[in-house]
């Protein structure tokens, strides 16, 4: 065996790093797990990290983690499982994390503030959309007359303003209230409806 093929991890082929330690003695640092030890190869180390290894990954999708939490904690995405519960309500969440974030809701607790005007949020969710404001950043905008707005909801509130096309109710229906945005009514088949006489007996 070669003293470069000697310095490389058996378990992931990463050269390991030798590193001073207080003593000024060499020792080597397993670039996996970051174990260090004072000589090479290592091999018992090595073989266990590597046993440990190839029991760490998802069966379900073949991700791999480096600690069994990590695994264990990403496992609940496939089972579906919800096993946080908030004390203050029934909703369930799948980490410790989401259920932390949903129980500000209960408590009143704003932790997230604006920067530029102080106003505080419960969810970080709802600062980003606030900040939305102070940026002028416009990212949805009406396809008929280009104004632009920061949020999907206030858009879809403009677009009452070009509603001035009523769609013709089909024969014997009621009419129907639905609109199309002025500008978009030739993308819009509409019946063809045509009305004959009854002959008089």
Known sequence: MSAASENLCPNCGNELQAVPNLEDDLQYDCIMCGYRYAYLPAAPHEEEVKLVAKSMY???CD???SQSSALKRHMIVHSGERPFCCEQC????KTKAALKRHTIIHTG???YECSTCKRRFNQISNL????VIHNNNCPYYCNVC???FNQLSNLKKHMIVHREHKVPPEHGKK???SVIPKGLEKTVTRPVLTFIK???A
């Not at 980003?128 to 900040?131: F, G, I, S, W, Y």
């Open 58 to 60: 998802c069966t379900i």
């Open 63 to 65: 991700k791999h983690f």
């Open 90 to 93: 029934d909703k369930s969440f």
């Open 109 to 111: 607790e704003c932790p």
């Open 128 to 131: 980003r959309k606030h900040l």
């Open 146 to 148: 280009g104004k632009g």
């Open 175 to 177: 009419p129907d209230h």
């Open 198 to 200: 009854p002959a008089e």
